[in-house]
């Protein structure tokens, strides 16, 4: 295969990849998820057009485009890590991170006018392909440092979340920081390969990243209910998948019943604790006979109603949802008509 071909395929992967994911989106997805499958594109257009230069002037242009993807994408997916794994940081960091890739970038449109990026460009047609040879600037190490730093923010992001946060799932911060050290290793491998590695790279971080929002349609849990034609209110709601791995909660459900405060997303509830358990065989009725679907729950002199149901996506059943309403006025009333009745029948 050649150079040029490869580049060909990796760009018309990549555009593929992305109208999977436009298939799949939804308003809710992360806005830096998004902004990834938009630059992963042009980011390969630029490598397939190198690949196809024939002179200077026209390598010059593509590499502009390369580095479009090569700035901008690693702030990108730092920031999908910082959310995806629940990390906030203040305005003032973000605007500061987008103003440091945004100068970096400037440096790389200076090509050809300054040496600040490179301080020369060159090309050549061996045996029929472009071979472009560069000289680099002082901004190229600063690039590679930005790298590094995003790469290092996200390690500790990922770590932080992996043991502090139960709201995220480990599958998830795994998934998320792939494309992170992939990318890393790609980018020191430059130089190294006849081709360069980072299209592929890119299309590994497309499809994993499809995996993530695929997932995250059940993650959230709000959207999820949302789907569910579910009108939260006073209502609490506790999802789960068809593995009976915990999915998420809402605020109102998380009161009524603090335990699930300690349950991990994406992990089984089995044997997790007692109201793991209990939720488990409340599920497992209603998997046995989806006509079982109600039962009470008395939390702190309250007494709640539970009814399960399907979770669906679309038209396609994806898990269970358990819904809290408060019934404690109704069962007063049904205990002392019930005691009213035995009054009566004492009487008579």
């Known amino acids: 295969m ?5 580049y060909d395929v ?7 990849l992305t109208i999977v994911y436009a298939m799949l989106w939804h308003k809710h997805f992360d806005l830096h998820v998004t902004l990834l499958f938009i630059f992963i594109p042009i980011a390969n257009a630029g490598y397939m057009l190198v690949g196809r230069a024939r002179n200077a002037e026209m390598a010059m242009t593509a590499t502009k485009m390369v580095y479009l993807g090569g700035c901008y994408l690693l702030l990108f997916s730092m920031f999908a890590v910082l959310s995806l794994c629940h990390v906030h940081i203040p305005r003032w960091g973000r ?14 449109l200076s090509i050809g006018y300054t040496e600040l990026f490179y301080k020369s460009l060159k090309m050549e047609i061996i045996d029929g392909e472009a071979v472009v040879t560069k000289e680099y600037g002082i901004m190229h190490t600063v690039c590679y440092v930005m790298i590094v730093l995003y790469f290092l923010i ?17 599958r998830t911060i795994v998934l998320v920081f792939i494309p992170e050290a992939v990318a890393l290793i790609g980018y020191f491998l430059r130089g190294f390969t006849r081709l360069e590695v980072m299209p592929v790279v890119y ?23 949302i789907d569910s034609l579910v009108d939260a209110g006073a209502t609490g709601f506790i999802s789960f998948d068809l593995q009976y ?13 603090p335990e699930l405060n300690t349950l991990t997303v994406d992990k089984p509830v089995k044997g997790v ?12 009725a209603f998997r046995a006979d989806d006509k079982w679907n109600a039962a009470h729950l008395e939390r702190d002199g309250k007494c709640y109603q539970v009814t399960v149901n399907d979770l669906v996506d679309g038209r396609r059943r ?8 408060d019934d404690t006025d109704n069962q007063k009333l049904i205990h002392m008509m019930q005691d009213y009745s035995s009054d009566l029948e004492k009487e008579v």
């Open 203 to 225: 299309i590994v971080a497309q499809v994993l990243y499809l995996m993530i929002v695929r997932r995250m349609l059940l993650y959230d849990i709000v959207d999820s209910s």
């Open 154 to 170: 996200s390690l500790v992001a990922s770590v932080y979340s992996w043991f502090r946060k139960h709201d995220v799932s480990n």
């Open 318 to 325: 994806r898990g269970y949802q358990l819904l809290l309403t």
């Open 245 to 257: 791995r915990y999915l998420g909660s809402n605020e109102t459900a998380r009161k009524i019943v």
């Open 95 to 108: 605007g500061l991170m987008i103003g440091f890739t945004t100068v970096i970038y400037l440096s790389v």
């Open 10 to 16: 990796m760009f018309i992967i990549s555009i593929l």
């Open 2 to 6: 050649t150079a040029a071909v490869y």
């Open 273 to 284: 604790s007692d109201i793991g358990r209990d939720f488990l065989r409340r599920l497992s």
